[in-house]
């Protein structure tokens, strides 16, 4: 039996919780032997998981949260110019 990706996806928690029936299991890890996207998937979920667990606390640069909100501010307003632009054409 041969399990399509958008299958693997819904499979790719419980694939690293060790948690899925044997049978299911082993299809996963034969699609991932040979799908590289799947693949892909499944060690940026990995790296996710390693990512939050960790308890350390990154000091962040000076002013960067006054530049990530004015930027983020300039980006909201240009697309809503761009989205106002597209209605008066």
């Not at 032997?33 to 979920?45: W, Y």
């Not at 983020?72 to 240009?78: C, P, T, V």
Request: net charge negative.
């Amino acid at each position: 039996m041969v399990i399509e990706c958008r299958h693997v996806w819904e499979y790719i928690s419980g694939f690293l919780d060790d948690s899925l029936p044997l049978e299911t299991k082993e299809l996963v890890q034969k699609h991932l032997e040979h799908c590289e996207i799947c693949s892909a998937i499944l060690d940026s979920t990995r790296n996710i998981l390693v990512l939050t667990a960790d308890d350390r606390v990154f000091e962040l640069p000076v002013g960067f949260s006054e530049r990530l909100h004015a930027r983020l501010d300039r980006e909201i307003s240009g697309g809503l110019q761009e989205r106002e632009e597209d209605l008066t054409k």
